[in-house]
Nanobody
């Protein structure tokens, strides 16, 4: 059974920081591209950041220079360090593994709220 478990969300003031974690089980983590997505109320889910199985990263323009994605294959974990948070960053953040061999998996999501 594949599980992706996110943690680290919460309420933070504008300008603050949060670190999201996603730990996977049931997959060969090192083979999967990992990504963080977010979905704000009334909006489509969007890619925030991705990291390939080789370590290459990509970011949405809106978070470049503020967010950093990283992974540790030995811990089956991917992180999203979020700095200089803005109210526009408020959303549910989801971790995604894949696709690999046409399979992709999602976590349950963690709420991030940026508000004073």
């Amino acid at each position: 059974q594949v599980q992706l478990v996110e943690s680290g969300g919460g309420l933070v003031q504008p300008g603050g920081s949060l670190r999201l974690s996603c730990t996977a089980s049931g997959i060969r983590f090192s083979l999967y591209r990992m990504g963080w997505y977010r979905q704000a109320p009334g909006k489509q889910r969007e890619l925030v950041a991705g990291v390939s199985n080789g370590g290459g990263t990509n970011y949405a323009d809106s978070v470049k220079g503020r967010f950093t994605i990283s992974r540790d294959n030995a811990k089956n974990t991917v992180w999203l360090q979020m700095n200089s948070l803005k109210s526009d960053d408020t959303a549910v953040y989801f971790c995604k593994a894949g696709p690999y061999n046409s399979m992709a998996y999602w976590g349950q999501g963690t709420q991030v709220t940026v508000s004073s």
